[in-house]
């Protein structure tokens, strides 16, 4: 039986292990297509072989050790020789697990400084599987930040301001806003400076400014898709539209309206989009604020199917969202209430197909609170932002985080499963360890815009020029720059 066991002299130090240890680079790296030699013949390689040592021993783990002196931060050498072997994609992301992500374990671990005079608007981490990098909108800059938190560049749209944001890869981001046309697109190569030069626009209405936006993850569908949700320049006209994220084309129009005289609620465009590639649908929804109240439209649209009927339309008057999100992991959506602040879930097992649905809502809250500021047409949700990440609900209000996690009762008690709430971080107060000394955070303004991926929150604050990074990962790094 053939060995598989390959011999290197990196520098000068020889290095033994598997071909099966080689492959877990990719079949992209030049280390997988190293065969097995003897002892006495071993493949050469002019190369760093400290550095090699905490590369192989990472590929033998999965992780970096924790011992290593290159961890913490992880060096730009270290770095610099991931990417040489193709492995620096694997390394970023072993950094931020989302295996290891739990909200009752985050804790702060980085703040970001941002250049500038201008706090942060929007902040958006990409999909899994890929690292979990930061972006983060502030005016009409976006800056990204690589999984090892290292600033990795900047670049200036031509939005004055930035409110929509989408991180579709490391090196690919997202820009919109509500009162400037087009997406535009800013890419982050590692061997170029950051551009903003291509713009996506709604077909036959280049002039459309976009009012929400959402991507699917490269492993859910052949090509990655972006639904953008578009309103005209004279706000009697929307539409979402799908483009291809690979040939940069629109590829379907999904729920036209258009604005026929006064009634506006009937045509209410999607200020809210977001997409559940295990069901392959696509949740759109916005509101409207009018003399009578705040009117709320919910639509699941089957991207494959029907481009002008959704399979589950709603529409609601009492207790409107304030915000919305659907959650894969739990089959459900679930809203704050504009007018109570409470929360509510809705099963999508129980949704009907079709046309106008009945009031789908339960509150998971307090329902006789929610009943008397429904009643009493209060306010209490303005301002309130929800999103869901794995298996959990995160509530922001103000700013302090809440957590809401599906618990199951033992069967004695009926083995029903109910949805019980917490709060993320264990005081008012927290320390990061910065460039130049110690930053000391003792209030916790407004939560403007967050963003969820590996084990780690990231939040921008009303007033901070700066991105809050919170982790939960067992050795959770800070790097700041």
């Known amino acids: 039986m053939a060995s598989s066991v390959v011999t290197l002299n990196v520098g000068g130090e020889v290095f033994q292990t598997t071909a099966a240890t080689l492959s877990r680079a990719g079949a992209s790296s030049p280390l997988a297509s190293l065969a097995p030699t003897p002892a006495s013949a071993p493949h050469f390689l002019d190369r760093d072989p400290r550095l090699f040592a905490t590369l192989l021993s990472f590929l033998r783990r999965g992780r970096l050790a924790p011992t290593?002196?290159?961890?913490?931060?992880?060096?730009?050498?270290?770095?610099?020789?991931?990417?040489?072997?193709?492995?620096?994609?694997?390394?970023?992301?072993?950094?931020?697990?989302?295996?290891?992500?739990?909200?009752l374990a985050l804790r702060?671990?980085?703040?970001?400084?941002?250049?500038?005079?201008?706090?942060?608007?929007?902040?958006?981490?990409?999909?899994?599987?890929?690292?979990?990098?930061?972006?983060?909108?502030?005016?009409?800059v976006v800056t990204r930040f690589d999984a090892a938190l290292a600033s990795r560049g900047s670049v200036l749209t031509p939005l004055p301001?930035?409110?929509?944001?989408?991180?579709?890869?490391?090196?690919?981001?997202?820009?919109?806003?509500?009162?400037?046309?087009?997406v535009h697109l800013c890419r982050y190569p590692d061997d170029a400076p950051a551009t903003a030069r291509e713009v996506l626009s709604w077909p036959g209405s280049p002039s459309a400014t976009v009012l929400s936006m959402a991507a699917t993850s490269a492993t859910e569908v052949s090509s990655p898709w972006l639904f953008t949700s578009f309103e005209s320049a004279r706000r009697n006209s929307?539409?979402?539209?799908?483009?291809?994220?690979n040939s940069l084309s629109p590829v379907a129009e999904i729920g036209r309206k258009e604005v026929y005289g006064a009634d506006v609620e009937a045509a209410i465009p999607a200020?809210?989009?977001?997409w559940l590639g295990r069901h392959n649908l696509l949740l759109a929804a916005?509101?409207?604020?009018?003399?009578?109240?705040?009117?709320?439209?919910?639509?699941?649209?089957?991207?494959?199917?029907?481009?002008?009927?959704?399979?589950w339309e709603l529409r609601e008057k009492e207790d409107c969202f304030a915000d919305i999100a659907a959650s894969e992991a739990l089959s459900s959506l679930f809203k704050v209430g504009a007018a109570s602040g409470e929360v509510f879930m809705a099963d999508l097992r129980m949704l009907g197909g079709g046309g106008i649905s009945i009031?789908?809502?339960?509150?998971?809250?307090?329902?006789?609170?929610?009943a008397a500021a429904a009643s009493a047409g209060r306010k209490e949700g303005n301002g309130c932002r929800i999103e869901c990440y794995l298996n959990w609900v995160f509530v922001a209000r103000g700013g302090e985080v809440e957590v809401w996690t599906q618990v199951e009762l033992a069967q004695e008690a009926g083995g029903k499963k109910l949805m019980r709430r917490n709060w993320v971080g264990n005081g008012p107060s927290f320390v990061i360890a910065g460039g130049s000394g110690h930053e000391s955070v003792k209030e916790k303004t407004k939560i403007v815009s967050w963003a969820f991926g590996g084990s780690r929150m990231a939040l921008a604050r009303d007033d901070k020029r700066s991105i809050e990074v919170w982790d939960s990962a067992p050795a959770a790094i800070s790097f700041n720059p």
């Open 68 to 103: 290593s002196p290159d961890l913490d931060p992880p060096s730009p050498a270290l770095l610099a020789e991931a990417r040489h072997f193709g492995v620096e994609g694997a390394l970023l992301a072993s950094l931020s697990p989302a295996s290891a992500f739990s909200p």
């Open 108 to 140: 702060p671990s980085a703040l970001l400084p941002l250049a500038g005079r201008v706090p942060p608007s929007a902040v958006a981490v990409p999909p899994s599987p890929h690292p979990a990098s930061v972006f983060a909108a502030h005016g009409g």
């Open 161 to 182: 301001a930035v409110d929509s944001l989408v991180a579709v890869s490391p090196t690919l981001a997202l820009a919109g806003a509500r009162d400037f046309a087009g």
């Open 238 to 245: 929307s539409a979402v539209v799908t483009f291809d994220m």
């Open 271 to 274: 200020s809210r989009l977001s």
């Open 286 to 311: 916005g509101s409207h604020s009018g003399p009578a109240g705040v009117v709320g439209d919910i639509c699941l649209w089957d991207v494959r199917a029907s481009a002008t009927v959704p399979v």
């Open 359 to 370: 009031e789908p809502w339960v509150c998971i809250g307090d329902g006789q609170r929610a």
